[in-house]
Antibody, heavy 118, light 110 residues
Framework: EVQVVESGGGLVQPGRSLRLSCTTS????????MSWFRQAPGKGLEWVGF??????????EYTASVKGRFTISRDDSKSIVYLQMKGLKTEDTGIYYC?????????WGQGTQVTVSS | QSALTQPPSASGTPGQRVTISCSGS????????VYWYQQLPGTAPKLLIY???QRASGVPDRFSASKSGISASLAISGLRSEDETFFYC???????????FGGGTKLTVL
């Protein structure tokens, strides 16, 4: 059974950094790309970024609003994907989700709350 | 502003059939598969439809979807009170090199 568990969220001041983790199980992690998403309070879903599997170069893509501030990395030995967030802004507040990228995303974890506020 | 356009709201009465549209462009819907997700406020999203029209495991056949050109739609027949949730369409955008979501549609069962 595929499972993803996000962790590492919390309250952080604007301009500071935070690293989220996504621990996975139930599938061959190193064969899959992984995506991060977020949902601001009362807003819709937003794709944050993606890391390809090592077999496809392990390269990354990001949505424009986080390019240069967020970095996705992966540890295939631990089946974990990370989202390093720097220079956080209040508009980065929301629930962050990760998922195995099959083109579709299923199942979803409960996410981890990130609140950027002074 | 989302790359995919959905109506912010839709409504129907129990037993009725409703459709939710998702409009995009050649760089997203036109060239890629469309996916649909359902989300109750305060809970994680759930996959409904993958690859334009394939129901995810456990999704009742009251839910169906289609794609034509640069638009897609989700149809829900035999509307039930538990269908009163949010629905999102999603796809890949070749120009943005990233995944995009519609803004979401809140379905109300009257």
């Amino acid at each position: 059974e595929v499972q993803v568990v996000e962790s590492g969220g919390g309250l952080v001041q604007p301009g500071r950094s935070l690293r989220l983790s996504c621990t996975t199980s139930g599938f061959a992690f190193d064969d899959y790309g992984m995506s991060w998403f977020r949902q601001a309070p009362g807003k819709g879903l937003e794709w944050v970024g993606f890391i390809r599997s090592k077999g496809y170069g392990g390269t990354t893509e990001y949505t424009a609003s986080v390019k240069g501030r967020f970095t996705i990395s992966r540890d295939d030995s631990k089946s974990i994907v990370y989202l390093q967030m720097k220079g956080l802004k209040t508009e980065d507040t929301g629930i962050y989700y990760c998922n195995r990228d099959d083109g579709w995303f299923d199942p979803w974890g409960q996410g981890t709350q990130v609140t950027v506020s002074s | 502003q989302s790359a995919l356009t959905q109506p912010p709201s839709a409504s129907g009465t129990p037993g009725q059939r409703v459709t939710i549209s998702c409009s995009g462009s050649i760089s997203n819907i036109g060239n890629n598969f469309v996916y649909w997700y359902q989300q109750l406020p305060g809970t994680a999203p759930k996959l409904l439809i993958y690859r334009n029209n394939q129901r995810a495991s456990g999704v009742p056949d009251r839910f169906s979807a289609s794609k034509s050109g640069i638009s897609a739609s989700l149809a829900i027949s035999g509307l039930r009170s538990e269908d009163e949730t949010f629905f999102y369409c999603a796809t890949w955008d070749d120009s943005l090199s990233g995944r995009v979501f519609g803004g979401g549609t809140k379905l109300t069962v009257l």
